[in-house]
């Protein structure tokens, strides 16, 4: 497997790196030693040469060096994991169990993802499901670019992630609707009204969540109505900045 190959690369590198470094600080000893003549040693006639001293206080410099760059680094990776155990992602985890569903589909898929989501929902132990394709942590894989307000000019357009999702969404995950509302099980799936993110609306030009809803964009071909306004939140991992999405 990949975490195998991984795994077993990351051993091999650490042995020839202990083993190259155990090497490296005998061997020059060991030539130092090499080069002076035993009977003059015995005579007390030990004398090092400018060049190695050079060399020795150079070693010297180099730990010096090195140690302080390691320390450097061990305080900027520990910043770094404190940042990202310590982000509000915007959305809440605890108490979440993700299901996925099996990858082939037939054309009774739908009905039967119903009919699942109402037995789930009936158990004791739960409070709410919710179904989605990319649940919060894994990388959206759908995009769109021929999207833009009415109003706006035609070249006037930008990239959307898209997330497919239904009316029980925001509860599942405690995300707040900034403005509008969420779907029902009443709104058509015919992609005549839509949910955005904060960022959305800041990309298509709308001034505030307010100013958003009811207003009018452009899909492919296709003419939809903005119903709601939900807050931004980090879906995918915090390498990333927000990116505007469509739900």
């Known amino acids: 497997s990949t975490e195998s190959i991984l795994s077993f690369q990351f051993w091999a590198f650490a042995v020839s790196l202990l083993l190259g470094g155990v090497l490296l600080s005998g061997l020059y000893p060991a030539l130092v030693l090499s080069g002076f003549k035993p009977t003059e040693v015995l005579k007390g006639n030990l004398r090092g040469s400018s060049h190695g001293n050079v060399l020795r206080k150079g ?8 140690a302080i760059t390691l320390i450097i680094c061990t305080f900027t990776v520990y910043h770094q994991v404190q940042f990202l155990r310590t982000q509000g992602l915007g959305f809440t985890i605890d108490e979440v169990l993700v299901v996925h569903a099996p990858l082939k589909k037939d054309s009774l898929y739908s009905s039967r993802l119903s009919s699942f989501k109402v037995a789930t929902s009936g158990l004791p132990n739960v409070s709410v499901m919710t179904t989605m394709r990319e649940p919060p942590g894994a990388q959206i894989i759908e995009y769109a670019n021929s999207i833009r307000r009415m109003s706006a000019p035609v070249e006037e357009i930008n990239q959307y992630q898209i997330i497919h999702v239904d ?15 969420m779907y029902t099980r009443n709104d058509p799936g015919d992609h005549s009204v839509m949910v955005i993110n904060e960022k959305a609306m800041e990309v298509l030009g709308f001034k505030s969540p307010e100013d958003a809803l009811q207003e009018k964009i452009i899909w492919y071909i296709d003419t939809v109505e903005v119903i709601g306004v939900i807050q931004n939140y980090h879906h995918e991992t915090l390498k990333y900045p927000l990116s505007p999405i469509l739900f």
Do not use: H, N, P, S
């Open 59 to 66: 070693l010297v410099v180099l730990q010096f060096v090195t």
């Open 167 to 181: 009316e029980d969404f925001l509860e599942v995950f405690d995300l707040k609707l900034i403005a509008g509302r």
